[in-house]
């Protein structure tokens, strides 16, 4: 037997490799495929922390969580077979928002492999499209060479790495020589340094604009103070994509929000109507489909990455740049300019748009509908809250009505857009943040994929404030079949869960609420609860479909009367005004210019 001291067996080796990367959590289920690993997970667990989620899919989704809120790796694994393919959903959300994580499968021992033995197959196929980096560790001594090299791979292409184990490898003696981590080495890119001459180009063109935006994605991030100095100095609405909220407040008063259906109103007014438009670290999916720029005569990218520029519409002048670089420097080329009728034009819109919204949250009466719980939830934020959010109407009602500013996060499964990430989401966030508080906001169809990990929160102690918008429907498809079927809707209704017997089942308090009046005081005690325990509350609302923002009828031009009232009354939108109505009032005309929905 080798010398002890100069010897690791190579799993320990792996675990260290991951230490030194600074991974101070993972995530999975063991399987006998997997126990050699977890045997090293026990020797290290001083100073790696194991997460035992209750399905792998929690396991991936609540790594790219983290990956997500904190820029650093995510590590989950699962067993051979159906352990590791559990994962997947997890490990697309992942490569869909370019984040680094790294899933460890097990697979059986080599010497049952490519046998046809119990859970064996060849792995590497089911992972071949979800990872950047896929292989088969094949032995023990390259095994911590590996896994290095796939946490590198992952960082440098922001992208999900997978390394398949066979059992017997990790309880394999190295020598101690035979590895090292390469985490010391790593570095990040230098940002790109912008042309000068296109920078002033660009600058020329936004003075010279009419009826300019600026659009950003979460490229901009961290850049919320030059795009509110620049958009007042320019005077110059801004607009962003869903993800992107929360780069400047929601406050701030020219700030238009998101376009197409998970959107506001008066972005995707502007949008239609904008001459110009500055695309900024944005690459938004329903560029081509809602043809979001076939008004737009003017298009000025910026973007870090190559392959981006140019990719969402043609552009006049393409800048290879960091967007906070480029703000700053084309903050620096221009002159302050007065209030234009464009912009006046669009406050009146956004205000008119944020005073309807600010009603539906107000209302004492009616049945409780998403709009109240959401103000409940702004009552008891505190500045700095996270927010992990499912997917459903959830996006789009937390996108209108949440009340936040840059100290605060949130996150969802932007691209791939799986149901069921809010829950491992909040698991993260508790995990990185500990001191923050933490909501997952859910409805009852992604709640119900994920929940049975809400006793994780109990069991770890990460006191998250789950709330779950149980309307017993699948909201957001179903608005979708009222738009785009031709009979009835199917498959958009189901049974009731009482998700608050659900939280006592696993030991969390659980509430569940039905009215407005009730709202304030279970969302206080929520409050208090989560001071050192997770707690849920139930939310009982209509099934009222939220404004259709990207299919409005109210143009007397293009519907009669009866529908324009039959809108009005659906939506209680009795106020609220079309963009045309303000441009007319500040002396422009609308180019009726509607953009379609990008949707399916
Ligand atoms: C159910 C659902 C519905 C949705 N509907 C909508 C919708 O209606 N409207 C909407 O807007 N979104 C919607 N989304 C989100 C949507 O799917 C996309 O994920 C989102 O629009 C992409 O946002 P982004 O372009 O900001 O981010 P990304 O796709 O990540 O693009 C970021 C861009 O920034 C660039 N970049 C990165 N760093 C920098 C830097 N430092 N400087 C400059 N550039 C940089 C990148 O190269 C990239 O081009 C929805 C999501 C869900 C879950
Ligand atoms: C895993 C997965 N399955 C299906 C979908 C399609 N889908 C998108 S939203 C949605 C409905 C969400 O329902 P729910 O969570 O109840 O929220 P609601 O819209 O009712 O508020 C569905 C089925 C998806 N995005 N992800
Ligand atoms: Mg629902």
Not at 85 to 95: M, P, W
Not at 215 to 234: C, H
Not at 432 to 460: C, E, H, I, K
Not at 496 to 512: H, P, Y
Request: glycine share 6%.
């Amino acid at each position: 037997m080798a010398d002890k001291t100069s010897t690791i067996t190579a799993g320990v080796a792996l675990v260290k490799i991951l230490e030194a990367w600074g991974v101070d959590h993972l995530y999975g289920i063991p399987g006998g495929s997997f126990n050699s690993v977890m045997d090293a997970l026990d020797a290290e667990k001083d100073r790696i922390h194991y997460i035992q989620v209750r399905h792998e899919e929690v396991g991936a989704m609540a790594a790219a969580a983290d990956a997500k809120l904190t820029g650093k790796i995510g590590v989950c694994f699962g067993s051979a077979g159906p352990g590791g393919t559990h994962l997947l959903n997890g490990l697309y959300d992942a490569r869909e928002d370019h984040v680094p994580v790294l899933a460890l499968v097990g697979q059986f021992g080599t010497s049952g492999m490519n046998m046809d033995t119990f859970q064996e197959m060849n792995e590497n196929p089911i992972y071949a499209d979800v990872g950047s980096y896929n292989v088969t560790a094949v032995s023990a001594k390259t095994l911590p060479h590996v896994i290095d090299e796939a946490i590198r791979r992952a960082y440098a292409n922001s992208a999900v790495s997978v390394v398949q184990i066979p059992v017997d490898l990790p309880w394999q003696e190295i020598e101690q020589s035979d590895w090292y981590a390469s985490a010391s080495s790593h570095q990040k890119p230098l940002l790109p340094q912008p042309d000068p001459s296109l920078l002033s180009d660009l600058a020329q063109q936004l003075v010279a604009a009419k009826r300019p935006v600026v659009y950003y994605g979460i490229g901009a991030t961290g850049a919320g103070d030059e795009l509110v100095e620049l958009s007042q100095k320019l005077k110059i609405p801004l607009l962003s994509t869903y993800p992107a909220k929360s780069i400047v407040p929601d406050s701030y008063q020219a700030y238009l929000g998101s376009a197409n259906r998970v959107a506001q109103k008066p972005a995707n007014e502007a949008l239609s109507e904008a001459d110009t438009v500055v695309f900024i670290g944005n690459n938004y999916p329903f560029a081509e489909v809602s043809n979001a720029f076939k008004n737009t005569t003017h298009f000025l990218q910026i973007d870090i990455d190559p392959s981006k520029l140019g990719k969402r519409h043609e552009a006049d002048i393409a800048i290879l740049a960091d967007a906070k670089l480029a703000l700053k420097e084309i903050i620096s080329q221009v002159e302050e300019r007065q209030e234009s009728p464009w912009w006046q034009a669009n406050i009146a819109n956004i205000q008119n748009w944020r005073d309807y919204l600010s009603m539906l949250e107000n209302k004492q009466f009616g049945q409780l509908q998403a709009y109240q719980v959401l103000k409940a939830i702004n009552d008891i934020a505190e500045d700095d809250a996270i927010f992990s959010i499912d997917v459903g109407d959830i996006n789009l009602n937390a996108n209108r009505h949440l009340k936040l500013t840059p100290k605060n996060r949130h996150f969802t499964s932007n691209l791939f857009a799986t149901m069921g990430v809010s829950i491992p989401g909040a698991i993260a966030a508790k995990l990185d943040y500990p001191n923050r508080q933490v909501f997952n906001l859910a409805g009852d169809g992604g709640a119900s994929m994920t929940m049975q990990d809400l006793v994780t929160q109990v069991q770890y102690h990460l006191p998250a404030i789950n709330v779950i918008f149980t309307n017993q429907q699948y909201g957001f498809i179903k608005d979708e079949q009222e738009d785009t079927n031709q009979n009835d809707y199917i498959g958009v209704e189901f049974d009731d869960i009482d998700f608050s017997k659900v939280a006592e089942a696993v030991n969390m308090k659980g509430f569940r609420v039905t009215k407005i009046e009730d709202l304030a005081g279970i969302f206080e005690k929520a409050k208090e609860i989560a001071k050192d325990k997770p707690v849920l509350i139930d939310a009982v609302i209509s099934g009222d479909r939220p404004i259709p923002v990207e299919n409005l009828k109210l143009d007397p031009e293009k519907f009669d009367n009866d529908e324009i009232d039959t809108f009005k009354k659906r939506y209680e939108a009795q106020d609220l005004k079309l963009f045309a109505e303000f441009l007319s009032e500040f002396g422009l005309s609308s180019n009726n210019g509607e953009n379609s929905q990008g949707g399916f």
